[in-house]
Every structure is written in structure tokens, then in C-alpha cells.
């Protein structure tokens, strides 16, 4: 069956960087495009970023670009989120599925941005 699970969060201060990875399995994970959502507390998740399966044209929320870059290896089976420049607003749970979502989400990954 298919599995996402998601690693990489933590607790870190405004202005420092985190790297999320998100190893899918169960279903071709070179044929689909991936991405990256997040739910912070007492809001609905929305999508982040969005890579297609060569890993060209990414795509990524207002708030994100300049400061996100996803990027993939499909050796692996692996999505990444590099966050530079984290803001206290990016303290969510953070999610990686297909685009657009097909699959049941994993358990997330938090990140907590804080000084």
C-alpha cells in the first residue's frame, strides 16, 4: 500500500533552515508529481510547492518563493523541502502527497519556528 513519511522537522529560531524529506513508496514514485502541504494550528493545511517527476517547473505558494526549494531524487523515492529564512508564520505540521493529493497522508513532519 502506499506510505509517505515525512522527517526533517524540529524546532528552530527565525532567520535559520531546515531540510524536509519525504520517502513515498507503494506506487511509481517517478510517474507523479509530488508536493509539500502544511496545516499550522487552527488552520486549514494548504499546498506549499509542487515538483514535477523530472523535477523541472516547480511551483510554490506566495509566501514560499525565495525562501523553499523542493527538489526530488527518484532513485530514491524521495521529496525535499529546503526552508531558508523561517518565520515564526511557518510553524506548521508539514505534509508531502502527490499533486493534486491522491494518496492518505503521512503523519507530517512539525516544524516550529521560535526564538
Known amino acids: 500500500q502506499v506510505q509517505l513519511v515525512e522527517s526533517g522537522g524540529g524546532l528552530v529560531q527565525p532567520g535559520g533552515s531546515l531540510r524536509l524529506s519525504c520517502v513515498g513508496s507503494?506506487?511509481?514514485?517517478?510517474?507523479?508529481?509530488m508536493s509539500w502541504h502544511r496545516q499550522a494550528p487552527g488552520k486549514e493545511r494548504e499546498w506549499v510547492a509542487s515538483?514535477?517527476?523530472?523535477?523541472?517547473?516547480?511551483t510554490y505558494v506566495d509566501p514560499a518563493k525565495g525562501r523553499f526549494t523542493i527538489s526530488r531524487d527518484n532513485a530514491k523515492n524521495t521529496v525535499y523541502l529546503q526552508m531558508n529564512s523561517l518565520e515564526p508564520e511557518d510553524t506548521a505540521v508539514y505534509y508531502c502527497n502527490a499533486y493534486p493529493p491522491s494518496f492518505d497522508w503521512g503523519q507530517g513532519t512539525q516544524v516550529t519556528v521560535s526564538s
Open positions: 515538483i514535477p517527476p523530472a523535477g523541472d517547473g516547480t
Open positions: 507503494g506506487f511509481t514514485f517517478n510517474g507523479k508529481t
